[in-house]
C-alpha cells in the first residue's frame, strides 16, 4: 500500500514537468516559418529564409511533429527553386 502512494506521488511531481516540456517544445518553433504567421515586417532575403528553414528542419523531432517537419521542408524546395528561378533568370 505504501508503494502504491508513493509511484502516486511520484506520477503527480512528474506530470506538470511533462506538460512544461510540453509547452517549451512549442514555444521552441518557429512559428513564422512554419505557418506563415505572426510575422513582424520581416525583411528576410531568399538566402536567409532558405538558412532558417534549413536550421528548423534539422532540430527535427525534438521541436516539430512529422507533419511541421513536412511543411518545413516543402517551404524549402519552394524558396529552392524561387530562387534557381531567379538565378536563371527565369526561364
Known amino acids: 500500500m505504501k508503494t502504491v502512494a508513493m509511484v502516486l506521488a511520484a506520477?503527480?511531481?512528474?506530470?506538470?514537468?511533462?506538460?512544461?516540456?510540453?509547452?517549451?517544445?512549442?514555444?521552441?518553433k518557429d512559428v513564422c516559418?512554419?505557418?506563415s504567421a505572426?510575422?513582424?515586417?520581416?525583411t528576410d532575403t531568399?538566402?536567409?529564409k532558405i538558412a532558417k528553414l534549413q536550421h528548423e528542419i534539422a532540430r527535427g523531432?525534438?521541436?516539430?511533429s512529422p507533419v511541421e517537419i513536412t511543411r518545413l521542408e516543402s517551404k524549402l524546395?519552394?524558396?529552392r527553386?524561387?530562387?534557381?528561378?531567379l538565378l536563371s533568370g527565369g526561364d
Open 11 to 28: 506520477l503527480a511531481l512528474t506530470a506538470p514537468l511533462a506538460s512544461t516540456a510540453a509547452e517549451n517544445k512549442a514555444a521552441d
Open 33 to 35: 516559418l512554419l505557418y
Open 38 to 42: 505572426n510575422c513582424p515586417e520581416q
Open 46 to 48: 531568399i538566402l536567409e
Open 61 to 64: 523531432k525534438i521541436v516539430y
Open 77 to 79: 524546395e519552394e524558396y
Open 81 to 85: 527553386g524561387l530562387l534557381d528561378s
